[in-house]
Nanobody, 124 residues
Framework: QVQLAESGGGLVQAGGSLRLSCTAS????????MGWFRQAPGKEREWVSC????????YYAASVEGRFTISRDGAKNTLYLLMNSLKLEDTGMYYC?????????????????WGQGTQVTVSS
């Protein structure tokens, strides 16, 4: 079956950086869009970023645009999220997800495959 596994989370001071990775196994396609979501305690899961199957177009939530960079390596079946200038409000569980189509979406209901998440905690 398709499996996604995140890594790279941890504790970081505000203003610091982390790079998250998501490795895919099973019958996945490098032509499918992939995205990142996050969920803070007591809040709903929110969309963070998405990259098209081509890897040539990316999208970001307003709260992270200019600070985060999404990328992918199709040959390695790996998705990345580079997070710079981290803020306290970036704290949460980060999930990678994959669609079964080429184009991006901001809706979690339109992503078919999900990882288990990796915790990111930003301290003051």
């Amino acid at each position: 079956q398709v499996q996604l596994a995140e890594s790279g989370g941890g504790l970081v001071q505000a203003g610091g950086s982390l790079r998250l990775s998501c490795t895919a196994s099973g019958p996945t396609s490098d032509r499918d869009a992939m995205g990142w979501f996050r969920q803070a305690p007591g809040k709903e899961r929110e969309w963070v970023s998405c990259i098209r199957g081509s890897g040539l177009r990316t999208y970001y939530a307003a709260s992270v645009e200019g600070r985060f960079t999404i990328s992918r390596d199709g040959a390695k079946n790996t998705l990345y999220l580079l997070m710079n200038s981290l803020k306290l409000e970036d704290t949460g569980m980060y999930y990678c997800a994959a669609r079964a189509t080429f184009y991006c979406s901001t809706s979690d209901s339109e992503y078919e495959y999900w990882g288990q998440g990796t915790q990111v905690t930003v301290s003051s």
